[in-house]
Every structure is written in structure tokens, then in C-alpha cells.
């Protein structure tokens, strides 16, 4: 058990819809980040928070944002949905003993979100 | 994109054999992650190894570091069927802020 809590854990949605997926973050920690993972495949970075701010993004477009609240938990959300969206979506926390921001330390998953598009 | 390599991609071994996964990564590293993830679940952090070590050890795991060769390897001892799930390897890089770029990942299965 990580302390990273995800809802809903699985849902299925048509394309063109909009989906929010929501992340608790470990106690302490003030740094989230989530993460797509296609089948059979490693989990790619879509950004990072810190502090309520994004402070770092990977190669998703504009249709996938974020927020981080001020008690650190955090959602991510997608319009438009397409059929490659269909995905494991990963949140996972890191406190300022990883280095905050630019942490360098480990990070806590949560057992994600499972969306499937049709 | 990916930054690691794993390979194999698929290993099938018998319970109590020891088991040895590898990964390669594209550019200078900070440091170098191992997670392990169980069918369709969150990742489960297991040992990280920064640049400037060659060897780390945790229980059963013993992970090296060639930075030379940007290469990682993860061997597990005297392995369980509780030790299935797919590994992955993921690095944090100097210029990419806060991100892990993971590997493909391994697929371990030990038979009893």
C-alpha cells in the first residue's frame, strides 16, 4: 500500500466524451505526476505538479490538463477522447524528501485508473 | 518516447532459479529506477541506484550500473512464484525536470 488513491479504478467512455480521473496523494507528499500506460507497454509521463503549478510536461496535447489542489491531491482530465486514450492512467506522488520539484527520489503509484474508449 | 531497453521482454523460469533482466538507456542519467508491476496494477517502487554507484543490494535484489555503457541490470535471488509481474527499469535525466522515462519492461514468470 502506497497512500495513492485513484477513482474511478475502471470506466469506459465513447469518443469524442471527457473524462476527470482523481489521485489522493501520500501524506506529505506535494508533488504529483501521472502517467499513461497503453497494453503491454511502459507508462509515459503527461506532466508534473508541484505546488498547484505545473512544472513539467511530456509529448500529450493540450486536450490532456491537470490540477493540483492545495491539499495536494490532484486530477487529471481529457477531452475529446479518442481511441488511443484507451490506456492504465497513473498518478503517483513524491515529497520534497525526493528532492521536490526536480525531485530525484522514488515515487508512489497508485493501482490507476483503467479508461476504455469506444 | 521510451529512454530504456529492456530485454529479454518475456523470461520463464523455475521457482527458486535466479533471475536477471537487463536495460539500456539513450543519455546521461541522475539515477537509475527498478519498479515492478503486477498484472493490470500500480507500479511498486523496489531500488533505485544513482550515477555514481556501480552496485546496490536489497534482499534478494542486487541491481548494477554501467554508465559507461548506459546499462542497468536487476537480478533477482533464488526467485518465488510471488516474484511474477512485469519489471521495469526507468530513469531520471539531468535536463527533464522531475520525470521517470521507463523502459518497455520485462515480463518474469516463475513457475513453482
Known amino acids: 500500500e502506497t497512500g495513492v488513491t485513484q477513482s474511478p479504478t475502471h470506466l469506459i467512455k465513447t469518443r469524442g466524451q471527457q473524462v476527470t480521473l482523481r489521485c489522493s496523494s501520500q501524506s506529505g507528499h506535494n508533488t504529483v505526476s501521472w502517467y499513461q500506460q497503453a497494453l503491454g507497454q511502459g507508462p509515459q509521463f503527461i506532466f508534473q505538479y508541484y505546488r498547484e503549478e505545473e512544472n513539467g510536461r511530456g509529448n500529450f496535447p493540450p486536450r490532456f490538463s491537470g490540477l493540483q489542489f492545495p491539499n495536494y491531491s490532484s486530477e487529471l482530465n481529457v477531452n475529446a477522447l479518442e481511441l488511443d486514450d484507451s490506456a492504465l492512467y497513473l498518478c503517483?506522488?513524491?515529497?520534497?524528501?525526493?528532492?521536490?520539484?526536480w525531485g530525484t527520489g522514488e515515487l508512489f503509484f497508485g493501482e490507476g485508473s483503467r479508461l476504455t474508449v469506444l | 518516447s521510451q529512454q530504456g531497453e529492456e530485454d529479454p521482454q518475456a523470461l520463464s523460469i523455475q521457482e527458486g532459479e535466479n533471475a536477471t533482466m537487463n536495460c539500456s538507456y539513450k543519455?546521461?542519467?541522475?539515477?537509475l529506477q527498478w519498479y515492478r508491476q503486477n498484472s493490470g496494477r500500480g507500479l511498486v517502487h523496489l531500488i533505485l541506484?544513482?550515477?555514481?554507484?556501480r552496485e546496490k543490494h536489497s534482499g534478494r535484489l542486487r541491481v548494477t550500473l554501467d554508465t559507461s555503457k548506459k546499462s542497468s541490470s536487476l537480478l533477482i535471488t533464488a526467485s518465488r512464484a510471488a516474484d511474477t509481474a512485469s519489471y521495469f527499469c526507468a530513469t531520471r535525466t539531468y535536463n527533464q525536470g522531475g520525470k521517470l522515462i521507463f523502459g518497455q519492461g520485462t515480463e518474469l514468470s516463475v513457475k513453482p
Open positions: 503517483a506522488s513524491s515529497g520534497t524528501g525526493s528532492g521536490g520539484a
Open positions: 543519455t546521461s542519467i541522475n539515477n
Open positions: 541506484i544513482r550515477s555514481n554507484e
